[in-house]
């Protein structure tokens, strides 16, 4: 398990998706969504461990949660 200590300077899908306990899956979605920034190499995506702690402050400070709610109430 990585913690914020153990974090290289760029990390692929795995190590995002075991940092954040989400699954691969979750983390390749929110990349597609353009929620959490990320670039290819060759067929991989890769993650800047900043870009990966702005995208978990943007979680604990509740703007994916509050656009999530927004969406919601349009229903």
């Not at 760029?10 to 979750?26: C, E, M, R």
């Not at 995506?45 to 509050?66: F, P």
Request: glycine share 4%; aromatic share 10%.
């Amino acid at each position: 398990m990585l913690n914020i200590d153990s974090l290289r300077p760029t990390l692929d899908v795995l190590d995002a998706a075991d940092y954040l306990k989400v699954s691969k899956y979750t983390i390749i979605n929110r990349i597609k969504e353009g929620k959490l920034n990320a670039y290819k190499q060759g067929k991989h995506w890769k993650i800047k461990r900043e870009w990966l702690l702005e995208y978990e402050e943007s979680l604990v400070s509740g703007n994916e949660w509050s656009t999530h709610q927004k969406d919601t109430k349009q229903a």
